[in-house]
C-alpha cells in the first residue's frame, strides 16, 4: 500500500486526508496551520514540517491548496516538494488552479521521474466529509490507475478527462457553467418578483422544461429561501473565473458572459459581500432594480 | 362540451389543433394561409373568414400567433375576436407575447364579460405534436378550471402561475434561463476545444455536479453533433429575449446577461444564421476565438 503524503490541510484537505487515515493508509502531512497539523496527527497521521520532508517519507504526494501561487510554492519553491522527490513517485494536486501552472508543475516534476495529475474536485466541504467528491482529471493512463483507489475514498464521480492539464480545464468549464447558470436564474427569478409573479411559482414551472438545471433547483430554491450562508463562497468562485478568464486570454478566446458574471462577482466583494454564497448574485440583480424582498 | 375556436394554424397551432379535434372537439378554425385552413378542414373542422366570426361561433377561443402586435390585430382589431364575443365566453391566448399586452387583451375582453387567460407554451412542434407540451398559465382560477381539460389534450406540464400576464411573464423568464444557459454551455465547451480538451469528456464530466442541466445534456449534445438544424430557431428566441428585456426596460430592471445573449443572437441573425436551431450560439464563440470545428 502507497504511503501517502498530504499538503494543505484547510476545509476541503483536512476531511479529504482525514477519509484517508480512516480508510487505512499510513499518512504523512503537513500545512502552515499547526492546529490542523495537530488534530490529523491525533488521528494517526505523522508530521512534518516540510513539502519537501512530506516528498522524502511518502510514495504518493497530494497537494490541496488555495490557489496556483501556493501550489507553485509548495512543489517547486525553497524546501519544497520538489527537493524531496525519487523517481517512481506520484505527485496529484486536487487543488483548483491554472492549467498552465499544472502543466508546468508537471513538467518539472517529469524531468524528476516522478508523475503528475491534476485532480481538482467539485462538491464543496459536504463532499469532502462525506467521500462523495466528483474527480476531474488529467494526465496519463497509467498514473490515474495507480491513483484511482486513492480517489475513491475521497470521491465518487471520478473520470479522466485527458493529458496533464485537462483537470484543471474541466474545472474551469464547471465553474464557467456554474456562474452564468446561477446568473441566469438570478435574471429570471428577479424579472418574476419585479413584475409581481411568485418566483417560487416560475421556479417549480421551468423545472419541468428545457431551464431544468441543478442551478435552479438548489440555487434558486436558496433564492427563495434568503439563504446566503456558505455554500461556495463568491470570493472563491471568483477566483476561478480568473483562472477560466485567464486560460481564455492565453488562447485568444473571449468569455464574454463569463467576464460579465465576474464583474458582477466583483461588485459583490465591492459590497462586502465576497463571504456569502455565490447564489447572492441574485442580491445584486434585485438591486440592480430596486427590488426589495422581505427576509 | 364547449366548441372551439382556434385562430392560427401554423407549426404550433395546426398540431395543436388537431389534437382538439382527434379529442372529439367541434371547432371552429381561421387563419391567412388558406392552405392550413384547408388541411384542418379536410379533418373535421369549420373553415371562417375572420376571428370576428370565429368568436360568432364558439364558447371557448383559442389563439396561437407570432408575436404581441398578431395577437393585438387578431383580438382588438378591425374583424377581430373582440367584435364577435359575448358574455361567457373563455378567451386563451397561447401565444408567446409581451405580458403587457397579454394585460391589455384581458382588460379588454373583461370588458366585454368574456375571461382570458395567457398560456405560453414549451416543448417546440414535437411537443406540439405528441400533446406534451408545457404550458405556463396566467389568469383567474375560475377561468384556469374551464380550460383544464383542453389544456391537458396539449400538454402536460400545467401550472396556474398567477393573475392575468403571469403566464407570459413565466415564459420571459424561461426564455431567459434558457438563452443564458446555452451562452454557458457554449463558452465551457468552446473553452474546452481551444485548449486541447475533448468537450464531450468535459460534458459527461460536468453533467455529474452542479453544472448539470438539461441545456448541457441536449444543446451539449447538438454542439458536439454539430446538429444546428431547428430545433428553436434564433430568431424566434431573439423575439422572445426582446419581450423579457422590454418587461424588464417596462419595470426599470436591467438584465445584463439577458441583453448580452440577446447581442450574441442579433450577431448571428447578421451573418444569415437566424433559422439554425438556437445551439448556434456556441459557433459564434467558437468563431470569437478563431476555433475551427470539423463537422
Redesign the interface.
Known sequence: MDKIGFIGLGVMGRPMARNLIKAGYSMVVHDINREAVDELADEGAAPVSSAREVAEKSDVIITMLPDSPDVEAVVLGPEGVIEGVRSGQLFIDMSTIA?ATALKVYQALQGKGVDALDAPV??GDVGAKAGTL?I?VGGTDKAFKRAKSLFEVMGK?I?L???A??GQ??K???Q??????I???A??????R?????PA??R???L?????????D?HGQRILDRNFEPGFRVRLHRKDLAI?LQ??HE????????A??AD?MDALLDQGKGDLDHSALALL?EE????EVDA
Open positions: 492549467p467539485s462538491g466528483s476531474m464521480n473520470v478527462i485527458g493529458e492539464g485537462a480545464v474541466t474551469a468549464c464547471n464557467v457553467v456554474v456562474a452564468i447558470t446568473q441566469a436564474v435574471e429570471a427569478m428577479t424579472l418574476a419585479k413584475t409581481g409573479v411568485d411559482k416560475v417549480d414551472a421551468l419541468g422544461g428545457f431551464a431544468q438545471s441543478r442551478i435552479l438548489l477560466a486560460t481564455g488562447q485568444s478566446l473571449p468569455l464574454p458572459a463569463t460579465q458574471a458582477m440583480v440592480l432594480g430596486g427590488v
